[in-house]
């Protein structure tokens, strides 16, 4: 199974509203990433965790919070985002924070409205 | 500092048409992995390859083959008789291997290949 599943496939939410990206893999990858990807554009990191634990945060805002439960999962909670906000979120795993291989999954399609 | 240029932005070929994606990178690091990925309308990155900065040797894999430069700093990607399955952006990336690694993959601005019928 080389598969990183992203769900869900699209969300469309009010800037008030709170709600939650999920990423997971069973390669036992121990890196996990998420990007953010606007229209026409490359992805761009926004968090990196290794080891379940975060490494990097591309200063971020803190609309977004990521949450690595285990080794498996990873979650990105959303909270007060803004229009400007809307974009593909895709997350990936590599076996270490080497990028040895890498595997993205299909992203999650936001529109905040 | 750490770029990757992909010049062209677009590409339109007919279907059997030969077509290289070029891709230029700078990096002080000097051990380092390039990779290409393949973006379809989907939205998934699909990983397609990646060459550590010591082994300079030409790849090919079917209609693929990949040109890995050091001198010139590029890694150019050429399609051999395209299809129109080939449609999609086409991301070269850098990371520096090994301890140096942060862990991020920097992408080049991507550039979108059109394959007509």
């Known amino acids: 199974d080389t598969e990183v599943t992203q769900t869900p496939k699209h969300l469309v939410m009010g800037m008030t509203n709170k709600k939650s990206l999920k990423c997971e893999q069973h390669?036992?990858?121990?890196?996990m990433y998420w990007y953010k990807q606007k229209a026409k554009k490359p992805p761009e990191l926004m968090f990196v965790?290794?080891?379940?634990?975060?490494?990097i945060n591309e200063s971020v805002p803190s609309r977004f919070s990521p949450e690595c439960p285990n080794s498996s999962l990873l979650n990105l909670h959303l909270h007060a985002l803004q229009p400007e906000d809307s974009a593909l979120y895709l997350c990936?795993?590599?076996?270490?924070?080497?990028?040895?291989?890498?595997?993205f999954g299909q992203g999650t399609r936001l529109t905040v409205v | 500092a750490q770029k990757v240029t992909q010049a062209q932005t677009e590409i339109s070929v007919v279907e059997k048409e030969d077509v290289t994606l070029d891709c230029v990178y700078e990096?002080?690091?000097?051990?380092?992995?390039l990779f290409w990925y393949k973006q379809p309308p989907s939205g998934e990155l699909v990983f397609l390859i990646r060459?550590?900065?010591?082994?300079?040797q030409n790849e090919i894999s079917g209609r693929y083959s990949w040109n890995f430069q050091k001198s010139t700093s590029s890694f150019n990607f050429t399609i051999t008789a395209s299809q129109v399955v080939d449609s999609a952006v086409y991301f070269c990336a850098l990371t520096p291997a090994g301890r140096g690694s942060q862990g991020n993959l920097i992408f080049g601005k991507g550039t979108k290949l059109s394959v007509k019928p």
């Open positions: 990096t002080r690091d000097t051990t380092y992995y």
């Open positions: 990936a795993s590599s076996p270490g924070q080497d990028w040895v291989e890498a595997f």
């Open positions: 390669m036992g990858h121990r890196a």
């Open positions: 060459r550590n900065s010591f082994d300079e």
């Open positions: 965790y290794s080891y379940e634990k975060l490494s």
